[in-house]
């Protein structure tokens, strides 16, 4: 794990504590006014000092600011720089790049969707997870799932897809898989 996603896993972690998240959800409806420690002892219904706890760690998380005059607000977009660090450190988000033209089947490093069967971006696909599961030699069927698995949750639809476009080949008992075809030069990738 790359260590923008390990600060971004951390941030999360850190969040989803009920009563963490609540703070910094109050100071987030608060907006650019901020909150002092008095309000937020009264909005979260706890003891100052725990809510001065509260607001050290999210100062000290970085998803939150103080200030010297005791005001604390959230960081905007904090969360949105945790979720696109989690998104670039998914699997299949090096290829992402590489064929942007099917990133919208795509939500947070995970297929949601797969194109129409007879359509070109539908061969794109296929290409995009033949370089995905990066099949040399034979491998079985669960080493093949594995791998999709990595960035599909419909295994068996990416799977079939493989085989009907021709870049996976199936041994007549369906137990083990090959590569059916060359995978063309990573130059041209970009081209759609």
Do not use: C
Request: hydrophobic share 45%; proline share 4%; net charge negative.
């Amino acid at each position: 794990m790359s260590v923008e996603a390990a600060h971004a896993a951390g941030l999360l972690m850190l969040l989803s504590h009920p009563v963490r998240l609540r703070a910094f959800a109050e100071l987030a409806r608060h907006g650019k006014e901020g909150a002092s420690i008095f309000e937020m002892t009264i909005h979260l219904d706890l003891p100052r000092a725990e809510v001065g706890e509260l607001l050290g760690r999210l100062v000290g998380a970085g998803v939150a600011t103080g200030t010297g005059d005791g005001t604390y607000r959230a960081r905007d977009g904090v969360l949105r720089e945790a979720a696109q660090a989690l998104d670039r450190a998914q699997p299949v988000a090096p290829l992402l790049k590489e064929y942007p033209q099917l990133k919208s089947y795509f939500s947070h490093g995970r297929l949601t969707s797969l194109p129409p069967t007879l359509s070109e971006r539908a061969q794109q696909m296929a290409e995009l997870f033949a370089r995905f599961i990066a099949v040399e030699g034979v491998l079985t069927e669960a080493e093949v799932n594995d791998r999709i698995a990595g960035a599909a949750d419909d295994v068996a639809a990416v799977r079939r897809m493989l085989v009907e476009s021709g870049w996976l080949e199936r041994d007549r008992a369906g137990t083990s898989y090959g590569s059916g075809r060359v995978l063309p030069a990573a130059t041209s990738l970009t081209a759609a």
